[in-house]
């Protein structure tokens, strides 16, 4: 699971929620009671934090910045300390609004841009902010707290660090197309940099009284390890490769940060690695890589171990699973069969040679089984390793692998259990924890893949029953949780979408991730209402009018400086939101938004950029008749087609809607509307583009891959680009050829981890149903065959919630309601065969707004007025 997910799934236990939602039996707020109460200063809640400003010393747009970092067990008193000297000298600081905060500031989840932040102090000028680091530094002299790793610490002794940056939130957009913070330097707006590690801002001139204390530290040369390369970093520490300076051995160390990963129910970062330093050397080699060496260099602790050839388990199965690829032959089956036997076997063994050595890993799951070339197996991260025998659980598990109950030894047989199942099926996984009863579903799928090879995902069904988890879940939700049913109808995720509504709060559906941070984010199109009520209508479904308000609501709101302009994640979708709903007024709104923020814009994609602001005026001008709009789109696209090597040839990710396919889409369909046939050539250069990065599968398909793994999808993968190739071929005349094919090919794949409009199987199914129904070629009634086997697959990633059923949205572990990753995104697909027009606008697809059940959806249906 990534650390984004991670984060937004802390807070409950059935839908992503955002971190600042996350409140353990143990959290208490905090707060400076002084300035609460206190009429000369202005307070607001944000985000994850509190900020408080005097009204007679607004904060500044830029300056240096201080940062304290405190610990779960400092937090109170050091908010009060500080508190009370900026209550004194007037300066707006902000804090983490609750311990669960400052433990999520310093632990693995957070940004390593954000770690170890929990207050914040603007002061208004540099004298200002050398006098308020002198006195914080004095004031919190030996208070612990982590490294804030994007910034330079003040004293040696104190928690207190600083960098220059924005304290007022502004945007700009870099060369290479991204939307980030920003700053202004001699009157330009420039990237906010919060670089790791620090590093002094381009542009700004830095004081004497600051380039001493910004000067990097120097590494000693006597350490027993050489770092060689990064494999990977969190708020927590970092996993590097190096070679042993006494034999030049590979090894893998991994680093532990003091004062962070920790919570009161869980051991620190430090504890926990030498824990597993001390496991590692009792174990001398048995099951496990040998340990090396141990160092500390400024107060972290690097553990170095043997650096053990191979891949962990998720990485070998998603290279090696036949399911993944179309069209399997009996081969591949067989020989993934033989292999995951002998997984399976050296799995068992390293188990039992654990224990038998008087340790249980206590932490059993894919991420943590490294596969070596000969398929031998080694075990890693012994954090939470323990005694056989202990009842003590770890302070973290893996859903979907982990007993609730038992001993550290019952446990790694659970999880040895779990993982020899999810290897035949990877669909095994954190969803059993809310319906057990799918590893029924996985067990007959398995066993027609492999026959009775797959006997393991049987007893992992069985084992499961046992475990208790679900009564876990569903102490910790208001709803209903029950098994979904052998199928899912637009019926059922409408119940769902009604049951899961709160118009009452300030977020109307739980979305998928990003989870909403800001407003915009809870209006859009992917992950917000906006989407949502759009797949409603799309499907002739009614739209309660509460729900309405609420969208309303949010958007009459002041909206923030960070804004996307986009047709997915920002302000244009909402336009087209607004316009296919019949409230124009609120559409030029968002529209005039969408506008500000582009402004500037380098980005050319459908999703956030350029081409979906144009084709979403074009959707516009569609619905109203303002030939304005079409005008704007025309000037917008002429200049994408016009550089469109440029924007081919740019290093970026790939797509239908993050890509140049999305581009060369948008431009075939606008040149057809717009009587601009001369762009159809750039629009074929674009999606060529895309067409250059596919690989040649075992079975003819062509695919999009990331790090050997085939990406089929309609957002990133082989399947929306097929779409934009064929929308180029229709509009050049062309018919359908090889390529065209063996794009069509690589969605028709048995094995999906998720179900998702753009990144799972609803997403396929509606690419292979288009081109199924649009083209008359040797592929069609292939495409429309495995159409219905993705959408007839939907109950493997359901849930019965209450009246409904949902399906889980990124990662598998939580429901989403949104269009991009959720159950609006199955209403629109299953409704699509009749309904096709709204979703094949979203999509870039079409501008046909005519079909008869797309007429009448708008105010007449829903009470809206214009």
Not at 15 to 43: G, I, M, N, Y
Not at 116 to 133: H, N, Q
Not at 325 to 338: G, K
Not at 826 to 848: F, N, T, W, Y
């Amino acid at each position: 699971m990534s650390l984004n997910l991670e984060a937004c799934s802390l807070g409950d236990p059935l839908h992503f929620s955002a971190p600042s939602r996350w409140s353990p039996p143990w959290d208490q707020p905090l707060a400076c009671t002084e300035l609460l109460t206190d009429p000369t200063w202005s307070t607001r809640t944000f985000d994850v934090w509190r900020a408080y400003e005097p009204a007679d010393a607004p904060v500044v747009d830029q300056g240096w910045k201080i940062h304290v970092s405190t610990t779960v067990d400092t937090a109170q008193r050091v908010v009060a300390l500080v508190g009370r000297h900026c209550q004194e000298h007037r300066i707006p600081w902000k804090h983490a609004l609750s311990l669960a905060m400052v433990v999520s500031a310093n632990g693995r989840s957070c940004h390593r841009a954000s770690s170890g932040k929990s207050i914040a102090v603007y002061p208004p000028d540099l004298d200002a902010f050398v006098a308020t680091a002198d006195s914080l530094a004095e004031l919190l002299r030996g208070e612990p707290g982590p490294y804030v790793l994007s910034d330079r610490q003040w004293v040696p002794d104190a928690p207190v660090y600083f960098r220059y940056g924005a304290f007022r939130a502004l945007q700009a957009w870099t060369e290479d197309g991204r939307r980030v913070p920003a700053l202004r330097v001699r009157g330009e707006l420039v990237e906010d940099d919060r670089h790791v590690p620090y590093r002094n801002p381009r542009g700004i001139d830095v004081p004497d009284q600051i380039r001493a204390r910004t000067t990097p530290h120097a590494l000693p040369d006597d350490l027993p390890v050489t770092l060689v390369e990064a494999v990977q970093h969190s708020g927590c520490g970092g996993v590097y490769r190096g070679r042993l300076r006494a034999d030049e051995s590979p090894v893998v160390v991994k680093e532990a940060r003091p004062w962070t990963g920790g919570t009161p129910m869980m051991a620190a970062s430090i504890e926990r690695l030498a824990h597993e330093a001390r496991v590692l050397d009792e174990l001398g080699g048995v099951a496990t890589p040998r340990l090396r060496a141990t160092f500390t260099l400024d107060g972290h602790l690097f553990v170095a171990a043997d650096q053990v050839p191979g891949v962990n388990l998720r990485h070998w199965v998603a290279a090696h699973h036949p399911q993944l690829t179309a069209h399997p032959t009996p081969h591949a089956l067989d020989q993934y069969a033989r292999d995951c036997a002998r997984i399976s076997d050296g799995l068992t063994r390293a188990v039992a040679g654990m224990h038998a050595a008087g340790w249980a890993h206590n932490d059993l799951h894919p991420g943590n089984v490294i596969v070596g070339p000969e398929l031998d197996v080694r075990l890693a991260d012994l954090e939470f390793a323990s005694h056989p025998d202990s009842t003590e659980r770890p302070g973290m598990d893996c859903a979907g692998f982990a007993r609730a109950d038992g001993t550290a030894r019952d446990r790694d047989l659970f999880g040895l259990l779990m993982i020899q199942a999810w290897m035949w099926h990877p669909g095994v996984g954190p969803l059993v924890e809310l319906v057990p009863e799918t590893l029924d579903q996985h067990t007959e799928i398995a066993a027609r893949w492999f026959g009775a090879a797959a006997a393991p995902v049987r007893a992992a069904a069985a084992a499961y029953a046992r475990s208790g988890r679900r009564a876990r879940v569903a102490e910790r939700t208001r709803h209903t949780i029950h098994p979904a049913g052998p199928a899912v109808t637009v019926a059922d995720l409408v119940a769902y979408l009604s049951e899961v509504a709160t118009p009452d709060e300030q977020v109307l559906f739980p979305g998928g991730t990003p989870v909403h941070s800001s407003t915009l984010d809870s209006l859009s199109l992917a992950h917000g209402t906006g989407g949502i009520l759009l797949a409603l209508v799309g499907a002739g479904e009614q739209v309660r009018p509460e729900w309405v308000e609420h969208f309303a609501r949010t958007t009459d709101a002041p909206p923030s400086p960070l804004s996307s302009p986009g047709l997915w994640d920002g302000w244009t979708g909402v336009a087209l939101a607004w316009a296919l709903l019949g409230d124009e007024r609120r559409a030029d709104l968002a529209l005039g938004r969408a506008r500000a923020a582009l402004d500037g814009c380098t980005d050319p994609t459908v999703w956030s950029g350029l081409a979906g602001h144009a084709w979403g005026l074009l959707g516009i001008a569609k619905v109203t008749g303002d030939s304005s709009l079409r005008h704007a789109a025309r000037r917008v696209l002429g200049a994408l087609a016009h550089d469109a090597d440029g924007w081919a040839g740019r290093a970026g990710p790939p797509g239908l809607l993050h890509g140049p396919s999305g581009i060369g889409d948008v431009l075939a369909v606008a040149a057809v509307e717009l009587d601009e046939l001369g762009w159809s050539a750039a629009a074929a250069r674009l999606v060529e583009r895309d067409v250059s990065r596919c690989v040649r599968g075992a079975t003819g398909t062509l695919d999009l891959t990331d790090a050997g793994t085939s990406l089929p999808y309609l957002g990133h993968g082989s399947v929306g680009v097929a779409l934009a190739r064929r929308q180029v071929g229709r509009t050049l005349g062309r018919s359908p050829d090889d390529v065209d094919s063996s794009l069509l090919r690589a969605g028709m794949v048995d094995l999906m981890v998720e179900p998702g409009l753009i990144h799972g199987r609803l997403g396929i199914a509606y690419a292979l149903r288009l081109l199924g129904t649009r083209d008359e070629s040797p592929d069609a009634a292939a495409a429309r065959r495995w159409a219905t086997v993705h959408t007839d697959s939907l109950p493997l990633y359901a849930v019965g919630v209450g009246r409904g059923i949902g399906i889980v949205g990124r990662g598998g572990g939580r429901l989403s309601a949104d269009l991009a990753t959720g159950a609006a995104g199955a209403v629109a697909v299953l409704s699509h065969a009749e309904r096709p027009a709204l979703i094949d606008l979203l999509l870039g697809q079409s501008l046909d707004l005519s079909h008869p059940q797309m007429s009448g959806q708008r105010t007449a249906d829903h009470g809206l007025t214009r």
